[in-house]
């Protein structure tokens, strides 16, 4: 059985304990809405015929990587060389590393992954794929590798159509890989606000993978494999007819950002992930001060949100410290009294803690490693 790596530094609860008594700031992971958010995922999916592959870059989990692929997602996908070895430490045997990778020391640890696990990587150069060959042939091993296509990113990825054709053509001619198919991930689109503006946004990269695919078939290329979408799109890829396989990752957590998003039509996915904090100052009346700042949760997509406190604004970060006013007559927490914050963001806010609380109701149920935190490179 698949165990983590233990952790030198000691969680901020225990097992039994109630969650009054967990030390913060830390993050606390509701498991009654976290395991129906697996579960809705896993049922979205299953009928479609398309496989489910999250992304690990969300939760850095190797528990919860297994507890995907038990609910059904055929491996997970991650961005970094360090999470896939994470991964495949914690039990994980199929890795997307839904990236490109440069450079020989990463290169050659990819490469010896793949005596351990299924693995595959992403490329949009040819010089790059190369150097993928190489270090593939340098650990006996054989390398999946997907051509990525930017579909309206404009981050990593080759033009679609005959740039991608040609880059194809040069992977199924390098020893040690095999062509695998398509990475066509439109990050741009997941938090597009309207439903109208994130369907559109699909139905233009999904022309442009069509295209791309049909293209490569006709020079008797196969794509056995075009993966991509995302929480805030999966629903457009998985119809669409071109998708064979889907990575949303933020879905088992979600967070205030996606909350601004509309979902009609989509599945229900709760908010389960929180940062849990102490009011460690009251300078005014309107005015408290939480231990939780920047170093434990990301503000890039905005401010986190009092879950339990209507009227109460998270207005400022800094380092340690975390602002909240109140807005009118609105009650306010006293010194000491904890409360539970929803993050801006919940992928980099995860890769700021080392353990996940696991409560269920008013008791700590587990304590989970954050077993690939800080494994970016």
């Known amino acids: 059985m ?36 697996v579960r809705t995922m896993a049922a979205a999916v299953a009928s479609s015929g398309v496989r489910l592959r999250p992304h690990a870059k969300a939760h850095k989990c190797s528990e919860i990587a297994r507890r995907q692929v038990a609910a059904g997602a055929v491996g997970v996908c991650c961005q970094k060389v360090s999470e896939a070895e994470a991964m495949v430490a914690g039990g994980v045997n ?33 010089e790059n794929a190369a150097e993928v060959s190489r270090a593939a042939r340098a650990a006996g091993a054989s390398l999946d590798v997907l051509v990525e296509v930017d579909v309206g990113g404009r981050r990593c990825g ?44 699909i139905a233009r990269a999904v022309e442009h993978v069509r295209v791309t695919r049909d293209l490569l078939a006709g ?21 669409s007819g071109v998708y064979t396989e889907l990575q949303p990752g933020s879905y088992v957590f979600m967070d205030a950002d996606y909350g601004r998003n509309a979902w009609d039509g989509f599945p229900s996915f709760r908010q389960s992930l929180y940062v849990w904090t102490t009011v460690m100052s009251t300078p005014a009346p309107h005015r408290v001060v939480v231990d939780a ?8 997509s905005g401010m986190p949100v009092a879950a339990d406190w209507p009227g109460l604004g998270y207005v400022n970060a800094s380092d340690e410290h975390g602002v909240l006013e109140r807005e009118g007559g609105v009650p306010m927490p006293r010194l000491g009294e904890k409360l539970r914050l929803v993050p801006g963001h919940c992928d980099p806010t995860v890769n700021l803690h080392d353990w996940i609380v696991c409560v269920r109701g008013s008791r700590v149920e587990a304590v989970w490693p954050v077993s690939a935190r800080g494994a970016f490179y």
Not at 9 to 27: H, Q, R
Not at 102 to 109: E, F, H, N, Q
Request: proline content about 7%; some cysteine.
């Open 94 to 126: 199929d890795v997307l590393v839904a990236n490109e990778v440069v450079g020989a020391p990463k290169l050659a640890r990819l490469a010896a992954l793949a005596s351990h696990a299924r693995v595959a990587v992403c490329v949009d150069d040819a």
């Open 293 to 300: 700042g920047m170093k434990s949760h990301s503000i890039d």
């Open 2 to 37: 698949a165990t983590d790596t233990p952790h030198p530094l000691a969680p901020p609860a225990v097992t039994g304990m109630p969650v009054a008594g967990v030390d913060t700031p830390a993050l606390l992971l509701d498991l009654d809405a976290f395991e129906a958010n």
């Open 219 to 239: 020079q008797g290329i196969a794509c056995a494999t075009i993966t991509g979408a995302g929480t805030g799109t999966f629903i457009f890829e998985q119809a």
């Open 158 to 201: 080759v033009p679609p159509g005959e740039p991608a054709l040609w880059l194809a053509q040069h992977v199924c001619g390098l020893d040690g890989l095999r062509f695998a198919g398509l990475q066509a991930y439109d990050g741009s689109s997941q938090h597009l606000r309207s439903v109208a503006e994130r369907r559109a946004a």
